[in-house]
């Protein structure tokens, strides 16, 4: 089993950052993918980006340019780094691993854009 746990989202003015963070604990393979998604009120979960094993990133369209994943493949942790936010950014944000065709998700954590 895997556990997921998020911290750093918040409320925040147009324009301004946060950062993101997911700790993951519990069986966890080399060979995995850890990433974020958002759903917003009304909306599908849709993927705002991701992270192989090997350091290959993956971004929505709409965050390129804004917003940076990274990971510490030896404490397990993965990071979104969010800048020049805007407020259809506002949703909640999911940390997720996959590995061997198994999804995991965090709790999630709230992120308000808004002035």
């Known amino acids: 089993q895997v556990q997921l746990v998020e911290s750093g989202g918040g409320l925040v003015q147009p324009g301004g950052s946060l950062r993101l963070s997911c700790a993951a604990s519990g069986s966890i393979f080399s060979i995995r993918t850890m990433g974020w998604y958002r759903q917003a009120p009304g909306k599908q979960r849709e993927l705002v980006a991701l992270?192989?094993?090997?350091?290959?990133?993956n971004y929505a369209d709409s965050v390129k340019g804004r917003f940076t994943i990274s990971r510490d493949n030896a404490k397990n942790t993965v990071s979104l780094e969010m800048n020049n936010l805007k407020p259809e950014d506002t949703a909640v944000y999911y940390c997720?691993?996959?590995?061997?065709?198994?999804?995991?998700w965090g709790q999630g954590t709230q992120v308000t854009v808004s002035s």
């Open positions: 992270i192989t094993s090997t350091g290959y990133t």
């Open positions: 997720n691993l996959s590995q061997s065709g198994y999804n995991y």
